[in-house]
């Protein structure tokens, strides 16, 4: 990586393997990964613990909530914490993913997210992954990859994750039911910047997909070294 700070930012809908590959991305280029979905995570999760019922949530009620949630930075990447506490899988819980969507839909919460992803890439080379990150959090991005696969294949690489194990058929179609629906919530966040790579992963292997995008990462740089004289 250059001298110069450089973001690499990836988006994609619910599923599509942003926040694995992103990371994997980050390291083998060196660099810090900022998780951007695991903010709107850690919100939801810091609401949900204060009980209440979810579907009667304002923004007000959610931003309450602000300041318990940070970024902490560690040697690759920034983790969300509560009140200081490492997350951990609490954030991945199905109530947060249930209602995950409703908090990133809030205008101030994504503003607030925008503002702490913005303040984490600041100092450092980082690869950046969620839904508005080539468009809204970094339009200058040197790099925008947008990663799309077929839900089917979404759906059942997220089962396989979860159960760990292959899913029977119906649980993949209930399964692809719910990111479908999920993807027409979220479809205002998740376009692909005009100047985006659009990478379909439906049949890449993860590996496959890394290496892609690490060699564009590195083109990039080093034409921006070139230009620069580095």
Known sequence: MSA?????????PAASGKS?????VAERLG?????????????????LRAAGDPDAWTEADVLRHAGRVAL????????????G????????????TRHVSLVAGMPGVRAWVNDRV????????VVVDG??????????????????????????RRLLQRLQRMPAEAEIAEETDRLVQRDARDATQSVPARDAVVVDTTYLTQEEQVERIVALARAVTHRDDVTSGG
């Open 31 to 47: 660099v810090r990964h900022v998780d951007s979905g695991a903010l709107y995570r850690a919100l939801t999760a810091a609401a």
């Open 20 to 24: 694995s590959t992103a990371q994997w």
């Open 118 to 125: 913005r303040a984490a890439a600041r100092d450092h080379d």
């Open 131 to 156: 839904r508005d990150i080539g468009t809204a959090v970094f339009p200058d991005a040197p790099l925008k990859v947008f990663l799309v696969a077929d839900p089917w294949e979404r759906a059942r």
């Open 85 to 96: 506490a490492p997350v951990g899988e609490e954030i991945r819980t199905p109530e947060v």
């Open 4 to 12: 110069a700070r450089v973001v690499i930012a990836i988006d994609g």
């Open 72 to 83: 902490a930075p560690t040697d690759r990447s920034f983790d969300a914490v509560i009140d």
